[in-house]
């Protein structure tokens, strides 16, 4: 038993741990290909011309302010790896998803180290997380919604160590730069934003008010520039032009919302039930520590509901929402595992191991089959680089949530003038794309009818 415990808090084997989950995530983001918003952002919307600088990705940005929304930090990111090679993104992204984990790891747990804690957490992240191959492996995607989460959650940290352990930051400069980059955070993401000042505005009004710590003005700056961030960001011209919500737009966001909850419904099971545990149990000495689940929970509540505001509500949009309630059940769980629960809670975990294998089995295998069909058809494209003809081909048919296309428009079906065909087709150098819904057809015979080979 002894034997057991040791390797639980072992340090080196969650090393080993977050690196296979690092290489896991780099195979299956090698295996999604670029599609939709991906060969947009690849142009200019200033000129129309391909990024080739940093200064055009700049002038960019500003017409992008007018044109489409105020993400001008988000999608500056997003036309910067567009431009690199794919598999520098791959590399980078794979990390970001490590650094997810690893940030859910690292805040919920209580000094030791804990494997059974880390793979509870990525099983609740792969099983969860609506939209999986949109938010992790779709490049668009992924710098706006991963990237998103894991910069909030590395500006809540700060906050979360200052209410636990008293832990403020000390030097000038990382004062200066902790001010700049909660305006950063603040126009990064929507609700995202909102998250981390409800969740930051809290904290550091229990540092306050329940700890009687001093006030540390940084702190309250830092809160002011996140607002102010997210006040550049909704404020652009381009949100502007897309028009006013009408009521119905609201009744549907409703709608979403509530979806939203429905396929959370296990992790906020999951927090109630570890609430109980930990309430029941006397863990009274840790009261802080269920304070802050409590806070991240209220996070991941405002982060939902304040999407009935928005013009759409895509499923991508509710990463922040899992993220924060699961790092919620994660706080508590790692409290649980100290009570006579224990043997409860290693069964209920070794149930989501199992239901997650199964689930990641069937997922990959979809990855893949989505890869085969999308990179056939790029092979096709490039056969016919520098033609003028208009190309038909197959549009993809995604089985699960973890391919990067399922919930996208792949193609357009009746117009090759219509998004996101004019762009693929000015990528790959062609008169036009069309796609072909044809499910009861294998790809390699319509590949035939259409280009006879």
């Not at 405002?302 to 895509?314: D, E, G, H, K, Q």
């Not at 693929?424 to 280009?451: C, H, M, Q, S, T």
Request: charge should be neutral; include cysteine.
């Amino acid at each position: 038993m002894k034997n057991l415990s040791s390797l639980n808090r072992s340090k080196a084997l969650s090393g080993w741990v977050l690196l296979s989950f690092c290489v896991l995530m780099f195979i299956l983001n090698s295996f999604t290909l670029y599609c939709c918003d991906d060969f947009e952002y690849k142009y200019s919307f200033a000129t129309g011309e391909k990024i080739s600088s940093l200064k055009d990705i700049a002038i960019s940005m500003a017409a992008h302010a007018y044109t489409m929304n105020g993400r001008l930090f988000a999608h500056g990111l997003v036309q910067i790896f567009d431009a690199l090679p794919k598999v520098i993104f791959n590399t980078i992204n794979s990390a970001m998803f490590v650094l997810l984990i690893f940030l859910i790891y690292n805040i919920s747990k209580n000094n030791s180290s804990s494997i059974i804690l880390l793979i509870y957490i990525f099983c609740m992240i792969w099983m969860f997380t609506p939209a999986f191959g949109q938010v992790f492996l779709w490049l668009d995607g992924s710098i706006n919604y991963l990237w998103g989460a894991v910069f909030s959650l590395l500006f809540l940290l700060v906050y979360i160590k200052a209410f636990l352990y008293d832990k403020y930051i000390k030097e000038t400069v990382l004062k200066i730069l902790f001010i700049c980059y909660a305006f950063f955070v603040g126009g990064y993401l929507e609700n995202s934003a909102v998250a981390t000042i409800v969740c930051s505005v809290l904290l550091l009004s229990l540092c306050v008010f329940y700890k009687k710590h001093k006030i540390h003005l940084e702190y309250c700056l830092a809160i002011v520039m996140l607002i102010a961030g997210m006040l550049f960001m909704i404020t652009r011209p381009g949100e502007a032009y897309k028009g006013a919500a009408s009521i119905d737009r609201y009744y549907l966001n409703l709608e979403y919302i509530l979806n939203i909850c429905k396929q959370l419904f296990v992790p906020f099971l999951s927090y109630v039930c570890l609430n109980i545990i930990v309430m029941f149990s006397g863990l009274k000495e840790n009261g802080d520590r269920a304070l802050v689940a409590f806070i991240l929970f209220i996070g991941s509540v405002s982060a939902n509901f304040v999407m009935i505001f928005s013009r759409v509500y895509p499923e991508r949009c509710a990463l922040i929402v899992a993220v924060l309630l699961i790092l919620s059940t994660a706080y508590l769980l790692d409290e649980a595992l100290r009570t006579g629960y224990k043997a409860l809670i290693l069964c209920a975990v070794s149930s989501l191991v199992v239901v997650c294998s199964y689930t990641g089995i069937y997922g990959c295998k979809d990855i893949l089959r989505t890869y085969e069909i999308m990179n056939k058809n790029e092979i096709i494209l490039t056969e016919v680089r520098g033609t003028e003809e208009t190309v038909m081909i197959p549009v993809v048919h995604p089985e699960t949530k973890y391919s990067a296309t399922d919930g996208l428009v792949y193609l357009n079906e009746n117009n090759a003038s219509e998004w996101p065909n004019v762009f693929v087709a000015k990528y790959f150098e062609i008169g036009g794309v069309i796609g072909v819904n044809d499910p009861d057809r294998e790809a390699e015979i319509l590949y035939e009818k259409v280009f006879g080979q």
